[in-house]
């Protein structure tokens, strides 16, 4: 993400990465609100969205026994995006590369 802002801003960038592709593994299964209002201004939100899936509501368990609920409808006066959107890291991973392709082409 940070590339992406860098290269929308002129900066030069350089991404080292010990991993030569995208990674198989998710650690990253969830973009929060404020995240997705920052994929929104890279005109990215939507490809996340289509490829993602919205949690409207958090459920917190513990042995089986609901322990806490969460409704991110509440949020929706102060956000466009009142949910969090579950989706595979390496398809974030992804999305962001395009971006990142699409801003270096222009900016170079």
Not at 27 to 37: D, G, M, Q, S, V
Not at 40 to 67: P, R, T, V
Not at 88 to 102: D, G, H, N, V, W
Request: hydrophobic letters at 45%; charged letters at 25%; aromatic letters at 10%.
């Amino acid at each position: 993400m940070l590339a992406s802002q860098l290269a929308i801003h002129g900066v030069n960038f350089r991404i080292i990465d010990k991993k030569a592709d995208y990674t198989p593994y998710s650690r990253a299964h969830i973009i929060h609100t404020c995240t997705l209002e920052i994929l929104d201004q890279m005109k990215i939100s939507e490809q996340a969205i289509e490829q993602g899936i919205i949690a409207n509501d958090l459920n917190w368990l513990f042995k089986g026994k609901k322990l806490l609920e969460s409704k991110f409808i509440a949020f929706a006066n102060i956000t466009k995006f009142p949910y969090m959107l579950m989706i595979e890291q390496s398809k974030t991973e992804r999305i962001l590369a395009e971006r990142i392709s699409i801003e270096t082409s222009v900016y170079s």
